[in-house]
């Protein structure tokens, strides 16, 4: 199950959420009973996630789950049981595990699925196959459908590595403004795909039909890019959109070419205009970009997402401690591998799990994105700047880092605050990250229509 990763890995959930989940040392057997395809909801932090789980005795892997609304489709089970009208399968991998009772009709099914050390209900009904859903991705309203009323073309972006990405063109005679989209943290297709949603298809569509060149990318080592995305850091990513750049700078219908970055996105794009060494870009729009130092970020990230989800104040402390002392850990040093020794030490006391996944703070584009400075990043920039934050942003939050925008930009740059968007800039409640996925919509219309102004008024 792909889980939302749009800005930053936060390696402590909660206190509570760190036990192991082993699986069940059983082989397939006894499936018969409960073959067939069930759908019910998962109460996840105040949110409801749909789930699709299909049973079939005789198939190479008899038991899937699917998470339609994550996108997420044909997970699946490395082992399950049935006996005894009670239905057992296990997902080292997600490190959860579902256990239920069949009912006598044989038309339901009541259980528990638990995740990371959480417990959560989940009752199935059994699907008619006529109503039963196919595998497959999960449309939503914004999305374009064919025909389109622009020229779309695949293209190659030379240079190493290679990347793969996406142009849009609008209809008539140019020249055209172009923008190049960047993506955030965390390895994006071109479309920035996440939680059933694809923000950069729908923005590059609503951006070429208000008459802008749209180019956006697969990141390194990602669909169809070449390249390692592990290996790589910040800078190497600002070297791969400087590339995009320079190549829809070459297209002759365009003119002035700027970057639109969605949250870490925002950074590289500022980290391209201060490494150009003969061309930096005409304009640059940051969406939800951090303004503020990335471990401060980070902790907030972690306290902000327990308090949403109703955590006690206890475990909101200790597990805020804990993730400010992997960051400290992860400060360490000069080098990648002197940090990953340092959050060796630091996590060697903690589950299992938690030490893996502490593991991602001394990667190459995380230890170096650490070390980075947000004046750094941002001063100098001397380029029309639109820099927008969503008021319900539980991921950057929108009034210190605009505050921090304005001080870093100067008196040029417009720094706005969307009121009730989130971080992906969607109508949202309370802008917690369990309700991405529930919201129909990708990315507000009026979001979408204010980068198109600024673009074209460039």
Known sequence: MRWMRCFLLVVVVAVVSCSREDAPEVPFSGLEPF???????????????????????????????????????????????????VLSASWP????????????????????FRQNGLNMTLNLVKLDAAEAPLPGRVGRPQEPDAPLPYASTDVLIGGDPQLAGTLTMPEGEGPFPGVVLITGSGPQNRNEELLGHRPFLVLSDRLTRAGIAVLRYDERG???SEGEYPEADLHDFADDAARAMAFLREQGEVSRVGFVGHSEGGMV?????????????????ALAAPFLPFDEI????????????????????????????????????????????????????????????????????????????????Y????????????SLDSQVPAESNAAAARGLLGEGALVEIVDGANHLFQT????????????????????????????NGQ
């Open 428 to 455: 949202a409640e309370t802008g917690a990250v369990a309700e991405y996925s529930g919201i129909e919509e990708t990315m507000r219309e009026d979001v979408m229509a204010r980068i198109a102004e600024f673009v």
């Open 93 to 112: 991998s997600l490190r959860a595990r579902y256990s239920g009772t069949l009912s006598e009709d044989g038309a339901a099914i009541e259980g528990k």
């Open 35 to 85: 073959e067939g395809v069930w759908s019910g909801d998962l109460e996840v932090m105040g949110q409801t996630l749909p789930l699709v789980l299909r049973v079939d005795a005789d198939a190479t892997e008899p038991v899937t789950l699917d998470s339609p609304s994550q996108n997420a489709f044909s997970i699946p089970a490395e082992s399950a049981q049935g006996a005894d009208g």
């Open 222 to 224: 990602v669909g169809e």
């Open 298 to 377: 980070v902790e907030g990230q972690v306290r902000d997402a327990l308090t949403l989800g109703g955590a006690p104040e206890d475990v909101v402390v200790s597990s805020v401690a804990m993730q400010r002392s992997l960051l400290d850990a992860a400060m360490t040093g000069d080098h990648p591998e002197e940090a990953c020794t340092a959050i060796d030490q630091a996590s060697s006391m903690l589950p299992q799990d938690v030490q893996m996944r502490a593991q991602a703070l001394c990667a190459p584009a995380f230890f170096s994105t650490l070390r980075l400075s947000p004046e750094e990043i």
């Open 269 to 285: 794009a500022a980290l391209v205009a201060q490494q150009a060494d003969d061309q930096e870009p005409d304009f640059i729009v």
């Open 379 to 390: 001063s100098g920039v001397g380029m029309p700047f639109l820099a927008l934050f969503g």
